[in-house]
């Protein structure tokens, strides 16, 4: 049996020894920084990649879509058509400023003309009622009813042919005008829609590939 005094050498040797190497579990001691070694298959597999799925592929334009994009709506067959409707609209307009040249010089000579001859006219009427006056001082008072109403009779004729003259003649002039006007404005109005229904159909033309007229 051991004595007091060796327990209490014995108790006092334990005292100093480290705690951990009191408590220490089975393999701690194998190093401060060391960890439980974990099975070598938890490592070797390499973690499921899912793989990504192939994007699908652009769709090659057929042939006629290619057609389409040179023949229909593409910069230069827009710029094209464009530069022929410019082209058309240009010779419609040189035509209507053509026109109405041609209507003013037309209506400046008719009212020239009829300005020319009214000034004719009224000269000659007052020269004559002047010769008139002249001749009634060299002439009988007897006569002078008499001569004032030939010539009231000569005047009267001569004013009523030149008015019918000139009635005639603008009534001539205005059938003639409003005829061409008409027939100007008829033609006009077909033009107008001859530019709509083919802007339609140029539009057609580029949707669907064709070339524009």
Request: charged fraction near 30%; avoid cysteine.
């Amino acid at each position: 049996m051991m004595s007091p005094r060796r327990f209490a050498v014995l108790i006092l040797a334990l005292a100093v020894v480290t705690p951990e190497v009191l408590f220490a579990q089975p393999g701690y001691m194998r190093g401060a920084g060391s960890k439980k070694k974990e099975p070598a298959e938890a490592y070797d597999t390499e973690p499921e990649v899912k793989k990504a799925k192939p994007e699908p592929k652009a769709r090659k334009s057929s042939p006629k879509e290619d057609k389409r994009i040179v023949a229909g709506n593409s910069k230069e067959s827009i710029e094209a058509y464009l530069q022929k409707r410019l082209e058309g609209l240009k010779g419609v307009h040189d035509n209507q400023d053509s026109f109405g040249k041609g209507f003013s010089q037309a209506w400046k000579k008719f009212w020239a003309d009829l300005f020319e001859e009214r000034k004719l006219f009224e000269v000659r009427m007052a020269r004559q009622r002047l010769n008139l006056f002249e001749s009634l001082s060299s002439l009988s008072p007897s006569y002078h009813a008499g001569t004032i109403s030939d010539f009231e009779r000569l005047q009267g004729n001569q004013i009523k042919s030149f008015e019918d003259s000139q009635k005639s003649k603008m009534d001539e002039y205005f059938a003639k005008q409003l005829s061409d006007i008409k027939t100007f404005a008829m033609e006009q109005e077909q033009i107008r829609q001859e530019f709509m229904n083919s802007a339609i159909k140029s539009w057609q033309d580029q949707k669907s590939g064709g070339t524009p007229e």
